[in-house]
């Protein structure tokens, strides 16, 4: 199988987590065409990346759906997919408190700002930051500590990566600070070598990113 992915993106870093942790078969590749172009959006409709291309050819674009494939139709049944439903709705959830809250509401105003599309009031930006920090605090204090790593925590690992990266451009030097079981999840979640490295890639990836607009302007 081949994942079209780039360093930089958080989306993408899920999925190369999880095929670090099940030891996938999976071949990390730059999209094959390049992004934004008719060519692109011909073969994977979507414009995105991550997008796996199995090998038959069908492709599967969405890192969510990429990993919930990934973890059903893998050689072994991944322990990064819980047994139950609850587990699994809770699972779900916190791919969607990263997705639907998180980035939405926090992410991507910093990350407008950061790129210079607009001042943005950045006090507000703090503020909505803090707010919904403060839902995946109580959140992961709702699901305790006494249970294993999933596709959830990977899905949200990335998301956290960036914040820590964006938000000193709305005045927030530490996001995690004042959060105790965001940072203890934190550390929790960099104790995998998988999770950890590939973090690491990704902010290695933005940071050449941002060089690389700076060199264009
Ligand atoms: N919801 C998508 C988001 C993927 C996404 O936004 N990918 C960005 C890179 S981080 C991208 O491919 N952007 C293409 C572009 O900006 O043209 C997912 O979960 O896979």
Partial sequence: MKLYSLPHSPYAARVRIQARI??????????????????????FPLGKVPVLELDDGEVIAESWAIMEYLAEAGPASSDLLPNTPLERARMRVLGRYADLHLATNALFPLFRVAMGAG????????????????????????????????????????TILYLQELAPVAGVKDPLEGFPELSAWWAWVNSFPAVSETLEEVR???HAFVASLAAKA
């Fill in 119 to 158: 001042q943005g009031d950045t006090a507000a930006i703090a503020e909505s930051l803090r707010a919904e920090l403060l839902k995946g605090e109580r959140l992961l204090a709702d699901l305790g500590s006494d249970r294993q790593l999933s596709l959830g925590d990977i899905a949200l690992a990335p």
């Fill in 22 to 43: 099940d030891q996938l078969p999976v071949e990390v590749l730059p999209p094959p065409v390049p992004l934004r172009t008719e060519m692109f959006m011909q073969r």
């Fill in 204 to 206: 290695a990836g933005y």
